[in-house]
C-alpha cells in the first residue's frame, strides 16, 4: 500500500522563476493539502485540494497556486519566487468525510538563490 | 498569528523514564488534535488523535490527555525508548480539515 509520495525530493531555483511540486495521495484517499514548513517551525497550511476544487485556503499569496486532477494527484505551483519561499513543501492526504488524520509525504525542498 | 504553541522547544528524558510533551491553543474551536512524530528527512507521521469530546486516549506507550478549560493537551509516552528520539508536533483541526502546527518539541531519549 503505497503512501503519499512527492516529486522533486531536492530543487533548486533562483529569484522570479516559477516551480511545479507533484504529490500523489495515499491509495483511497481523496483530499491533498499542501504545507510550507520553515526551519525551525511547524508546518503552515497553504491550501487544500478536494474534487479538483480547492477548498480552503490558508494565508499565503495568490503565487501560490494548486490543481488536482482526477486520479486526486495534485500539483502546488509557485510563481515569482523569493527567497524566503525557501522551505519544505510537504503533501498530506486524507479522506474528505470526518475527522481523520492526514498522512504526509516525506516533502520537496526547495531552495531559492 | 500563532493558533498552536508547544512553549518547549526540546526535552531530554532517560530511557524507561516518562516523556511529557506539553501544547496549548487559542482558539477554543478547534475541536480535534493530534500528535505527529518526525524524523530527520522525513514527513511528519501520526501517532494519535483526541477528540474534543474526550479528556484522555491510549494507544500503547503513548497517552494523550486533554484539558479544554486550561486549553491544553499533553502526550504522555511510556516507557520512553532511544526510538522515540524525533521532533514531536501538536496539532489542531480548524473548520474540520484546516489543520494547525505547533512549532514542535524536540525529544531526545537517553540510553
Known amino acids: 500500500d503505497a503512501g503519499v509520495t512527492q516529486s522533486p525530493t531536492h530543487l533548486i531555483k533562483t529569484r522570479g522563476q516559477q516551480v511545479t511540486l507533484r504529490c500523489s495521495p495515499k491509495?483511497?484517499?481523496?483530499?491533498v493539502s499542501w504545507y510550507q514548513q520553515a526551519l525551525g517551525q511547524g508546518p503552515q497550511f497553504i491550501f487544500q485540494?478536494?474534487?479538483?476544487?480547492?477548498?480552503q485556503r490558508g494565508n499565503f499569496p495568490d503565487r501560490f497556486s494548486g490543481h488536482q486532477f482526477p486520479n486526486y494527484s495534485s500539483e502546488l505551483n509557485v510563481n515569482a519566487l523569493l527567497l524566503g519561499d525557501s522551505a519544505l513543501y510537504l503533501c498530506?492526504?486524507?479522506?474528505?468525510?470526518?475527522?481523520?488524520?492526514?498522512?504526509f509525504g516525506d516533502g520537496t525542498r526547495l531552495s531559492i538563490l | 498569528d500563532q493558533q498552536v504553541k508547544q512553549n518547549s522547544p526540546s526535552l531530554s528524558v532517560q530511557e524507561g523514564r516518562i516523556s511529557i510533551l506539553n501544547c496549548d491553543y487559542t482558539n477554543s474551536m478547534f475541536d480535534y488534535f493530534l500528535w505527529y512524530k518526525k524524523y530527520p528527512a522525513e514527513g511528519p507521521t501520526f501517532l494519535i488523535s483526541?477528540?474534543?469530546?474526550?479528556d484522555k486516549n491510549e494507544d500503547g506507550r503513548f497517552t494523550v490527555f486533554l484539558n479544554k478549560s486550561a486549553k491544553h493537551l499533553s502526550l504522555h509516552i511510556v516507557p520512553s525508548q532511544p526510538g522515540d528520539s524525533a521532533v514531536y508536533f501538536c496539532?489542531?483541526?480548524?473548520?474540520?480539515?484546516?489543520?494547525?502546527f505547533g512549532a514542535g518539541t524536540r525529544l531526545t531519549v537517553k540510553p
Open positions: 496539532a489542531a483541526y480548524y473548520n474540520n480539515n484546516d489543520m494547525r
Open positions: 485540494y478536494y474534487e479538483e476544487e480547492e477548498r
Open positions: 498530506a492526504s486524507s479522506f474528505w468525510q470526518g475527522y481523520q488524520p492526514q498522512h
Open positions: 491509495s483511497g484517499h481523496d483530499t
Open positions: 483526541i477528540s474534543s469530546i474526550k
